[in-house]
């Protein structure tokens, strides 16, 4: 079960110098919230007493005077339940203009800082088990209930930067293009206070 959304929020200015020359810049601020449920979950019956033998003579599974002992030869349920939850807040930045040397001709540029992200993840993790006598059985004569695992991790992403470029000019019922875009993937980077 995943659940989540992002959203952007955009600040933005821009000017007009004789519609020539056209600025524009904007400040993102943007925000993450994801969350994700798993439950895994298996039925069977433990070994009998003549397999743990010959695999471990010594298991405490085989000593009749420890509780381990009951759960030979016993039908189980088991789950085990994982949940996640992460958050981030990001802020960037984008800077553009468009220059018109003639009414017919557009020359564009822009440039859009990385995104740096704050972002906090939480994980938890527990197990129940049930054992039972035989299949028909609706009670089990035990139970494990694990305790909860937690882990809690904060860390920061840059994205890379961009930047891109283009020539258009419009003639009588056609238009011509040129874009050009760079990307620098090299520039993303990841930290924590934790990691190696």
Known sequence: NDRGHQSTTNLAFGSNYSNKLFLGFSLGLTSF?????????????????????RENPNSEFLDSSSDAYQLLEAEY?????????????????TFGLIYKPTPAVNIGFSATTPTWYSISDEGFTYMDVW??????????????NSDEVSDYLEYRVRTPYRISGGVSTVF???LISVDLEYI?????????SDAL
């Open 184 to 192: 620098d993937y090299s520039s993303m980077h990841f930290s924590a």
């Open 77 to 93: 349920a088991m789950e085990y339940n994982y949940r996640q939850n992460s958050r981030g807040t990001g802020v960037n930045g």
């Open 172 to 174: 009588g019922q056609g």
């Open 33 to 53: 919230n994801y969350s994700t449920k798993q439950l895994f979950g298996e039925d069977g019956y433990t070994k009998s007493y003549d397999d743990i033998y």
């Open 131 to 144: 054992y039972y006598d035989n299949a028909q059985a609706t009670e089990p004569f035990h139970t494990y």
